[in-house]
T-cell receptor, first 114, second 110 residues
Framework: DAGVIQSPRHEVTEMGQEVTLRCKPI?????LFWYRQTMMRGLELLIY????????DSGMPEDRFSAKMPNASFSTLKIQPSEPRDSAVYFC????????????FGDGTRLSIL | GESVGLHLPTLSVQEGDNSIINCAYS??????FIWYKQESGKGPQFIID?????DKRQGQRVTVLLNKTVKHLSLQIAATQPGDSAVYFC?????????FGKGTMLLVSP
């Protein structure tokens, strides 16, 4: 079975540039999550979609971050403009039902903003 | 809100030993708990879960214990192997999301 697919796996860009991270959830899963992981703060939930609708975006750091889920099989997380403090590993996860069920994670995008 | 913490950030064991990783949570109404394993360069992987109507659940070489009285859960790994080296997270289910602990790194020496 295909798991959660994220792209790109690595992204290095200069500050001020726009960054777009992509995620394909597991087929049949109706909840999708974006997380950010750093050594200092651990795994932080950024935003949670259920049936393609954003349910909780309270973890989105600021207006520079935006996320969309145009259909059940695709989501994007965009940072514009990017800053060095955005450097982290970004994970996408999906689940059946609500977000309090087992979540299945992709292998992440390692983002470095220079 | 829920807060989840871990007692030990790093645990070093010898191959063949049993490992115990601990996790404390704060919300006594929490009723579902999950342990994840994260290997280097990969996303967290589901290991085992437990609901609050149980105090113990066993999988293959892993056991999760839940003590609701003191709001504590633990993950026991029997006969730890080098392939068990990873970061282990506990996650506690809230109304609509999971709250993850900061993780414990398990290092297994041959």
């Amino acid at each position: 079975d295909a798991g959660v697919i994220q792209s790109p796996r690595h992204e290095v860009t200069e500050m001020g540039q726009e960054v777009t991270l992509r995620c394909k959830p597991i087929s049949g899963h109706n909840s999708l999550f974006w997380y950010r992981q750093t050594m200092m703060r651990g795994l932080e939930l950024l935003i949670y979609f259920n049936n393609n609708v954003p349910i909780d975006d309270s973890g989105m750091p600021e207006d520079r971050f935006s996320a969309k889920m145009p259909n059940a099989s695709f989501s994007t997380l965009k940072i514009q403009p990017s800053e060095p403090r955005d450097s982290a590993v970004y994970f996408c996860a999906s689940a059946v039902g609500r977000g309090n069920q087992p979540q299945h994670f992709g292998d992440g995008t390692r983002l470095s903003i220079l | 809100g829920e807060s989840v913490g871990l007692h030990l950030p790093t645990l070093s064991v010898q191959e063949g030993d049993n490992s115990i990783i601990n996790c404390a949570y704060s919300n006594s109404a929490s009723d579902y708990f999950i342990w994840y394993k994260q290997e280097s360069g990969k996303g967290p992987q589901f290991i085992i879960d437990i609901r609050s109507n149980m105090d113990k659940r066993q999988g293959q070489r892993v056991t999760v214990l839940l003590n609701k009285t003191v709001k504590h859960l633990s993950l026991q790994i029997a006969a730890t192997q080098p392939g068990d080296s990873a970061v282990y997270f506990c996650a506690v289910a809230g109304y609509s999301t999971l709250t993850f602990g900061k993780g414990t790194m398990l290092l297994v020496s041959p």
